[in-house]
């Protein structure tokens, strides 16, 4: 299997990790989401150690600054690197599994009691 089908196996649990994560990161959306996003976010920032992936996570905290296109790029070139990192990573595939997991179970819980309504 060459290296872009095994990196696509990944890009959709990275999607999910950036969208539970991107709340925080624009500072919008309900307090369960940014509780969500902050968890996440510390997270994928915790798994980054080399120097250049330190200064995406710091790009990728100033999102909001950028334009559209701007965002966009980024996010893109971000979530192809943070589906490397769980490609690559055991741990953290396993670990990211379970923050997916229980992140979808609170806002299932929230949506079935009535609770804020969020689209991420």
Do not use: C
């Amino acid at each position: 299997m060459d290296l872009f089908s095994e990196l696509g196996k990944h890009i959709p649990t990275a999607i999910m990790l950036y969208n539970f994560a991107k709340p925080f990161l624009v500072k919008t959306g309900e307090s369960i989401a940014k509780k969500i996003g902050e968890d996440i976010w510390n997270h994928i920032k915790s798994s980054f150690s080399s120097k250049e992936e330190k200064e995406l996570v710091e790009k990728v905290e100033k999102i909001v600054t950028l334009s559209k296109e701007e965002q966009a790029s980024l996010e893109a070139n971000f979530i192809q690197i943070l589906a490397d990192k769980i490609r690559t990573d055991p741990e953290f595939n396993k670990n990211s599994d379970l923050r997916i997991q229980q992140a979808q179970k609170i806002i299932n819980i929230e949506t079935i009691h009535g609770g804020a309504t969020f689209n991420l």
